[in-house]
């Protein structure tokens, strides 16, 4: 269902390249892990996939679902179902974390034409992707990751993805600011939301997380590449072995 | 040669006779003091980005009374700068005095539109908190708007030990090129409480002095929102005088095509073991202009101060200005202060992380605006009225795009 096709991407105005022709497919229902280490372009990918446009490609395209998505702005591409979870989730102070949600989630039915939700049903469904996380009531009522702690900021990503319940869903290392019982929690949730219609790209630097949402697949990104992909097997190896490994196999 | 020819003096305020309505004793003895009265120039700091073409023009007259009977009614009103509907609430009494003034010391240093209000008020109201109030009270200013006119509302509003209410402020009217120049002095006496929330839709002038004095173990939370106006000038000095105390204060402006905001805020933490908090924002567009000026002064004795300025500018045009100014003056060694000053545009990466949720970047835009505008509103403890003035923030928003 998610198709990249030897993407180049540098930022707008520079001439610094950061992807540097990486392909990639994910077929509904799959789980996909890109590990690598910092620096590699990992976090510049996914935000491509959303839609950042202070990047440029400059070659390459991304399908979704047979169809390019180039074209498409952030608005547009969340829409029609593409999600990030991103690393760094951006504090909004003044902005209520519950009616935010509420608005994303009228926003998704209205491009559905469907009718907006009622508010006290909201508030109910609110409450059961909370539960779902593991995130208390108070988080309805405060600032949109305001004041939050980076564990907690984590979470309400993947409440924001519980709630709008989207494609294809990319999780930027979600797992670094978590204790391991965090880490348990949002992985449990976080598998409860694998099903047959969706897919998800994990991307994590330790394979710790892997521990708990089990991929299906496997890359590793260096430099702007993927150099190696395989099953598991290849993180735990990656996880003794360290990236020099693969990179040594490389030459 | 008449009195007014004397003090004809080109840098004296002095249109200001024209407000001169008294006995013709009080009179003599408030014009030799207005001619100490130096109008404001540019070359005093605490004049230097305000538009003073503005408070050139004075208006020729002062507002009249429009009545002499005193009604009861749900807040108290002012009409023209004078109390016309008083209040029937328990715990909070209301005097008028007309001989106050005299036993003021006239010429303020920095600010003779203070000096200005003390010379030409004639009826200054005393409100006295005497306990615990539930009701929050409601104060409303506005004209009788078929003239251009001076008003000089004085008010003295004193919480009583152990008191504690919540006062809502309301300048209202649509009378662009009148001038209030008001007076607002509370003194917070010990374990008392005063949440205080003033609201600014005039588009007449508004030249506004505050003085908080706050005794030992008090709380005061003061915030002022200005949705709309033309020239809104605040002038606050606080006076943390008994240990154990906090002061909150806050501002918003929002602003277009020439308005403008500015803030000035002395606070002297003079004892011990108190707290301070200033945050100011303004959103600016069109030719607008805010001026956060800000001082805090810790003294020798005052150990352990906990103090922060934080003054924060959206600007939405490339010909708005925001002057921002935190100082710290600190003669104590074991305290803690900070300032922080931000000016700048609504970040790409938020609007980023609200698209990709599925707002289009107008919403997203609009959205982070709003939010900007109502974490000023949310340190504003008065809860009471935080629905409509959400409304207000949201209309004046609206009109800024
Ligand atoms: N907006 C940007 N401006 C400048 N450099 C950038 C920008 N975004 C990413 N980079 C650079 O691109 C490289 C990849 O960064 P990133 O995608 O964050 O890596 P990772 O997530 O794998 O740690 C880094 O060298 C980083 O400094
Ligand atoms: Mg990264």
Known sequence: MIEIKDLHVKIEEEDVEIIKGLSLTINKGETHAIMGPNGSGKSTLSKVLAGDEQYEITSGDILVNGESILELDATERALMGIFLAFQYPVEIPGVNNASFLRMAYNAKQQHEDKEEIDPIDFEEYLDSKLELVGMSKDFKERPVNFGFSGGEKKRN?????????????????????????????????????????????????????????VPDIVHVMVDGKIIETGDKSLALELDKKGYDFILEKQD | MTMTETIKKDSTLIECLNYLDDSIELYKDRVSKLEKLNKPNRKQEAWKYFPLKKLNNLPKNKGKKVTTTIQTGDQLDFINGFLTQSIDIDGVEINLSDT?????????????????????????????????????????????????????????ITCKENSSIDILVTHEGNDTDSLENSSFKFNVEENAELNYLSIKTATRSIQESIEINCAANTYVNASYIVPSTTVSRHDAEVNLNGSNSKCYLNGLGILKSEESFTFKTRVHHRVEECESYQHFKNILSGKSMAEYNGLVEVYKDAQLTDSYQLNRNLILSDTAKAFSRPQLRIFADDVKCSHGSTTGQIEESEILYLMSRGLTRTQAHAILVFGFADEVLESSKCKFAHDEVRILLKESLKSLS
Do not use: W
Not at chain 2, 116 to 142: D, Q, W, Y
Not at chain 2, 147 to 156: F, G, N
């Open chain 1, 157 to 213: 990503e993947i409440l924001q993805m519980a709630v709008l319940n989207p494609i294809f869903n990319i999780l930027d290392e979600t797992d670094s600011g978590l204790d391991i019982d965090a880490l348990k929690g949002v992985a449990d949730a976080v598998n409860k939301l694998r099903a047959n219609e969706n897919c998800f790209l994990l991307i994590t630097h330790y394979q710790r997380l892997l521990d708990y949402i």
């Open chain 2, 100 to 156: 106050f003034n005299n036993r003021l010391n006239v010429v303020h240093e920095e600010n003779p539109f203070t000096s200005l209000n003390t010379l030409t008020n004639n009826e200054t109201v005393f409100i006295n908190v005497t306990k615990k109030v539930l009701t929050p009270l409601k104060i409303r200013f506005h004209n009788d708007e078929t003239d251009t006119i001076y008003t000089d509302p004085k008010l003295i």
